[in-house]
């Protein structure tokens, strides 16, 4: 009999649609899958009763004729998208216990499509982080290892590194992530999946936890590109809901997709190659370049000399929209309340936030707090604005030279957990290659590529134009196809 949690979500869709097997049968499959997963701390939250309903409709729906898109797909959702009736927490104490009373755009799209829910995918608290290490629920565990008989276990990235063990593990063929500085792009290249995020503004925020207003962007990951496109076009368009959402058409991705870079300008950052790369890195990408360039694009050398300074421009800019939106977590209405003996208001908030957030939130409070005082506004958080729109324009000029960007996606494969937790500088290099793209708001994509000398998987990251998603999605299949990564990690949980 076929293991349906081997397929990938084009084949689940077809094959349900050819009656190959029942949607329950999937959902079933997957819940079981979930439930063995375990080990890897994945799901914060298993909702096997969603993806059974959502199944037995799309199998009622097949009897008549009306299927969905997703009809016979089930998906993890990562836990910063709100879910009716199910707990939303964004992996934080603070909201322990929050069950929202509607879903987010994304979710309810993805459900009116014929999705079902496996469950709510664990993550770096609020999205802050590069490892997953952050969570009040625990770290999630990388499903691979290395292969020289070391026990150590990995990081399967963040924040999106819930969604990525997930995938990865075949516990789902899909899954919602969110990428404000990497965290879609970075846990897949870790894991051996793909993922992409679109434009800024290509998928509503709406009903998503936020870490970074202006950077937060949903995107999906899957096991393959052409899934990754199925999964966008039902999550992308635009809501009124949402004020930063672009009112613009959603492409059939899908039916577009072509490997095909004939008349492709392919740039290859020359900042992009950083002091102490590992030579497996630079190899990989000179694969890239070669496998471009099979498929029949340009290759060019271009320069985006502001690169230089998009990690601290980030680092000033997420703080400090973090430091807004995560004021509205005091106790008063929602989530935890901490309430000691004889408390007053501020006594309240002081040791609510104090409990609720963990270590690595309170230190982007402080820092975003600071570079929006009143002594260092214009010292810090405008002059980053100024070098954001640089690093924009450095793009803009780019285009004139070439069509798409070829990069690595991470200066290394996974680490080691804890290996990076005592230095947060060390743990947010690990966005030196995503956040540029991200500060100017460009669609970009991460595609497994290889596997380095200890058998861990690393990723080549693709950069288009403004909603040129299907530029993107191409090259991500060309070099999908040229590359002919099938690994997946030894089941070791």
């Known amino acids: 009999m076929t293991d349906l949690t081997a397929l990938t979500i084009s084949d689940l869709r077809d094959g349900f649609r050819a009656g190959s097997f029942s949607a329950r049968e999937t959902a079933e499959a997957f819940n079981a899958a979930v439930v063995s997963g375990r080990p890897l701390n994945a799901f914060l939250v298993e909702t096997p009763d969603h993806a059974l309903a959502a199944a037995d409709k799309a199998d009622a729906d097949r009897a008549s004729g009306d299927l969905k898109p997703l009809s016979g797909v089930p998906l993890g959702i990562k836990d910063l998208f709100c879910t009716a009736g199910y707990a939303t927490t964004a992996a934080s104490g603070i909201l322990d216990g929050f069950v929202p009373t509607y879903d987010s755009t994304i979710t309810s799209k993805l459900f009116g499509a014929g999705a079902g829910m496996l469950g709510k995918l664990n993550l770096d608290q609020f999205a802050m982080g590069s490892s997953n290490e952050t969570s009040a629920f625990g770290n999630v565990l990388s499903p691979w290892r290395r292969n020289d008989g070391g026990n150590a276990a990995l990081a399967p990235g963040g924040s999106s590194g819930g969604s990525s063990a997930a995938v990865a593990a075949r516990m789902a063929p899909g899954a919602t992530g969110t990428d404000t500085g990497g965290s879609i792009r970075q846990p897949a290249a870790f894991t051996g999946i793909s993922g992409i995020k679109p434009t800024y503004g290509r998928c509503s925020r709406y009903g998503v936890i936020a870490f970074a207003s202006s950077l937060d962007q949903a995107g999906p990951m899957a096991q393959t590109v052409r899934d990754c496109a199925i999964l966008l ?38 900042e992009y190659r950083v002091d102490g790369m590992p030579a497996e890195i630079e190899a990989l990408w000179q694969k890239g370049i070669d496998w471009a360039r099979d498929a029949g694009a340009e290759i060019v050398e271009v320069s985006l000399p502001h690169t230089r300074h998009a990690l601290p421009t980030y680092y000033i800019i997420a703080p400090a929209e973090a430091s807004s939106n995560l004021a509205r977590y005091d106790g008063v209405r929602y989530g935890l309340r901490d309430l000691p003996e004889g408390a007053n208001l501020q006594d309240m908030y002081a040791a609510t936030r104090a409990h609720g957030f963990g270590a690595e939130v309170k230190r982007r409070i402080m820092i975003g707090t600071y570079v929006l005082s009143a002594g260092f506004y214009d010292a810090y958080y405008t002059k980053a604005q100024r070098v954001r729109a640089l690093i924009a324009r450095d793009f803009e000029e780019a285009w004139g030279k070439c069509d798409l960007l070829l990069t690595p996606t991470a200066p290394s494969a996974a680490f080691a957990l804890g290996e990076k937790s005592a230095d947060p500088l060390a743990m947010y290099l690990n966005d030196v290659f995503t956040v540029p793209s991200s500060l100017a708001g460009l669609p970009a994509m991460s595609v497994p590529g290889g596997l380095d000398a200890q058998g861990l998987p690393l990723g080549l990251q693709i950069i288009g134009r403004p909603l040129d998603e299907q530029g993107v999605l191409d090259a991500g299949l060309a070099i999908e196809e040229r590359a002919g990564f099938t690994t997946r990690a030894n089941r070791w949980w």
Do not use: H, Q, Y
């Open 233 to 270: 076009e039902t999550m992308a368009g635009f809501d009124p809901k949402d004020s930063t959402s672009l009112d613009e058409a959603v492409p059939a991705w899908e039916k577009s997709l072509s490997p095909d870079l004939k008349g492709k300008r392919i740039g290859i950052p020359k």
